[in-house]
């Protein structure tokens, strides 16, 4: 395989391919609008993977740079995975002086909680404090 080259920030990004990756193949985000995939990367740190030129992976974290930081999006396309690149994501990121500054720092996941294990992410310590507002279909109106 080619070398994998991370890259940060919403210019670097292409938006085409992440807003196909989620709408069509997230168990998340389908439906997804491009105009909603597009704007919600401009409060965000974003980072991509890219072999060849071409972007393989994703990640945002929806962040206040000092406190909190929450990781969403994560994805690498089927082709391109186990070959360690959502890991080399993970690590540029967590490699950031802002982000290790964070006291909080969380995620949601249904299938890859071995991944994030790695990366020290755990089950809620308190999970009856989180409460939440969901309206999982809000993006498809």
Request: proline share 2%; aromatic share 14%.
């Given at each position: 395989?080619?070398q994998?080259?991370?890259?940060?920030?919403?210019?670097?990004?292409?938006?085409?391919?992440?807003?196909?990756?989620?709408?069509?193949d997230?168990?998340?985000a389908?439906?997804?609008?491009?105009t909603?995939?597009?704007r919600?990367?401009?409060?965000?740190?974003?980072?991509?993977?890219?072999?060849d030129?071409?972007q393989?992976?994703?990640?945002r974290?929806?962040?206040?740079?000092?406190?909190?930081?929450?990781?969403a999006?994560?994805?690498v396309?089927?082709?391109?995975?186990?070959?360690?690149?959502?890991?080399k994501?993970?690590?540029?990121?967590l490699?950031?002086p802002?982000?290790?500054?964070l006291?909080?720092?969380?995620l949601?996941?249904?299938?890859?909680?071995?991944?994030?294990r790695?990366?020290q992410?755990?089950?809620?310590?308190?999970?009856?404090?989180?409460?939440?507002?969901?309206?999982?279909?809000?993006?498809?109106?």
């Open positions: 395989m080619s994998v080259i991370i890259k940060t920030g919403k210019e670097n990004m292409d938006v085409n391919v992440i807003h196909r990756y989620l709408s069509v997230s168990y998340w389908k439906g997804i609008s491009y909603l995939v597009e919600s990367m401009e409060n965000s740190f974003c980072t991509g993977a890219f072999v030129g071409k393989v992976g994703f990640v974290v929806i962040t206040d740079y000092y406190t909190f930081g929450w990781f999006d994560v994805f396309l089927p082709e391109y995975r186990g070959q360690d690149i959502s890991k994501m993970l690590s540029h990121i490699d950031q802002w982000s290790k500054r006291r909080r720092k969380m949601n996941t249904s299938d890859a909680h071995g991944l994030y790695q990366f992410f755990k089950e809620l310590a308190t999970p009856t404090n989180l409460m939440e507002i969901v309206n999982a279909d809000i993006h498809l109106k």
